[in-house]
């Protein structure tokens, strides 16, 4: 067995997706921490890991690729707060596992934040594998990608940017935030059962096999209250986690959420008006804790109107990929060249099998953003399809270097 080998059995024993723990899947990878570590060579460095779990669990964060950004998939963000809404007075848990370098938790916080509930009543545990990770978190150390597309107008006093565009995050936010060493499932069996109301683990499912899959699953249940919203990545279901009889999409008419809720819990509302807070708040002092807007019943915002690509996005999640296909190319024949459409065809055309058309959209996508992990990643697995083992790896590497 050859030093690249014998790595590649330590990861797929340590759960990794069997397509990202092969030899040359993780040659690039094993070079970057050999490197690193000031090994002679792979063979030195294959013994390093063999001995030592930090090393094995410092490689295993590359392929993992932490990568995160401030109110990532921003549908979430809306139905939280109308979730938080539909609870007035209730204090709001919530648990962000894994929580990479903290954009994730913070941008949760400020969410309940905004809904006028008050800081003491606002909790949000975040834990991650990454010694690195939660230290950066901490010390609210983000990098120039942490901010994508800007922040939404509620967002503010709570988080904003600066002068730069870096993200910046005020005190009363971080007091909400519990930052954690720790990986899942282990992390999660020491926490009470049913003590979040909303529980995030995004684009962790698509890393791991189906066991350790299953695990965490199991424990994401257990910790997540009866009422609780389960909130995934968007090539994730819950199924993923072996939960696929317990959950159901919390909006069918806007899978862009990807919030789940549990069958028996959907007498529970859904949505519920935003309270307003009071315009002098857009002012106030950054210490200040905010408070609800008094008064009676606040009248739920009109929802936005839904555009072509979400149109696309919403008939590929329901399964109808090939009116979903008709309609991204619609808008790809009309000059749209937006890289989430490309992203979407990408995701479609290897649904369907098309894998050389999917792979030409993708690098389309990469060439508008060359550090867009998911097409990356996307690219890596079309790659091994067609048997391109170190191109693969490549793609993989860069999706590594490429996070936040």
Same mark, same amino acid.
């Given at each position: 067995m050859t030093a690249l080998q014998s790595i590649a059995a330590l990861a797929a024993a340590a759960g990794i997706e069997p397509t990202l723990a092969t030899a040359s899947a993780l040659a690039p990878l094993a070079e970057e921490r050999r490197r690193c570590r000031g090994? %002679?060579?792979l063979d030195a460095y294959s013994r390093l890991v063999e001995r030592d779990p930090t090393e094995l669990a410092a490689l295993l964060r590359l392929v993992t690729v932490p990568e995160t950004w401030a109110y990532r998939y921003p549908a979430s963000f809306e139905w939280l707060r109308g979730f938080i809404a539909a609870r007035p007075g209730r204090p709001f848990r919530a648990l962000s596992v894994p929580c990479a370098t903290g954009t994730e938790p913070l941008t949760i916080a400020a969410a309940a934040l905004s809904c006028g509930l008050a800081p003491a009543l606002v909790t949000v545990l975040a834990i991650d594998a990454s010694p690195e990770a939660i230290e950066a978190a901490t010390e609210a150390r983000f990098g120039s990608l942490a901010v994508r597309g800007g922040l939404p107008p509620w967002s503010a006093p709570w988080l904003s940017t600066d002068g730069s565009g870096r993200l910046h995050a005020d005190a009363v936010t971080c007091a909400c935030v519990e930052f954690r060493l720790g990986a *899942?499932?282990?992390?999660?069996?020491?926490?009470?059962? *049913?003590?979040?109301?909303?529980?995030?683990?995004?684009?962790?499912?698509i890393y791991l096999a189906d066991a350790p899959r299953r695990a965490i699953g199991e424990e994401l249940d257990r910790v997540l209250a009866p009422d609780g919203?389960?909130?995934?990545?968007?090539?994730?279901?819950?199924?993923?986690?072996?939960?696929? %009889?317990?959950? +159901?999409?919390? +909006?069918?008419?806007?899978?862009? +959420?990807?919030?789940?809720?549990?069958?028996?819990?959907?007498a529970v509302p859904e949505a519920a008006p935003i309270p307003t807070l009071p315009t002098k708040l857009a002012h106030a002092p950054r210490t200040a804790p905010p408070a609800p807007r008094a008064g009676g019943n606040h009248p739920a915002s009109a929802p936005a109107p839904r555009t072509a690509l979400d149109e696309a996005?919403?008939?590929?999640?329901?399964?109808?990929?090939?009116?979903?296909?008709?309609?991204?190319?619609?808008?790809?024949?009309?000059?749209?060249? %937006?890289?989430?459409?490309?992203?979407?065809?990408?995701?479609?055309?290897?649904?369907?099998?098309?894998?050389?058309?999917?792979?030409?959209?993708? %690098?389309?996508?990469?060439?508008?953003?060359?550090?867009?992990?998911?097409?990356?990643?996307?690219?890596?697995?079309?790659?091994? &399809?067609?048997?391109?083992?170190?191109?693969?790896?490549?793609? &993989?590497?860069?999706?590594?270097?490429?996070?936040?």
């Open positions: 090994a %002679r060579d *899942a499932p282990e992390a999660l069996r020491v926490l009470p059962a *049913a003590s979040f109301d909303a529980v995030f683990c995004r684009n962790l499912a919203a389960l909130f995934l990545g968007h090539a994730e279901r819950p199924s993923h986690f072996g939960l696929e %009889r317990g959950f +159901t999409g919390s +909006t069918p008419e806007d899978p862009s +959420t990807f919030a789940f809720m549990r069958r028996a819990a959907r996005r919403a008939a590929a999640d329901r399964g109808h990929l090939a009116h979903a296909l008709e309609l991204a190319e619609r808008l790809r024949s009309g000059g749209d060249a %937006r890289i989430e459409l490309l992203e979407l065809l990408g995701t479609i055309h290897m649904a369907l099998g098309n894998d050389a058309r999917a792979e030409e959209v993708l %690098r389309q996508a990469v060439y508008l953003d060359p550090a867009n992990s998911e097409a990356l990643i996307q690219l890596g697995v079309l790659a091994e &399809r067609r048997g391109d083992a170190a191109m693969s790896a490549r793609y &993989r590497a860069r999706a590594a270097g490429g996070r936040a």
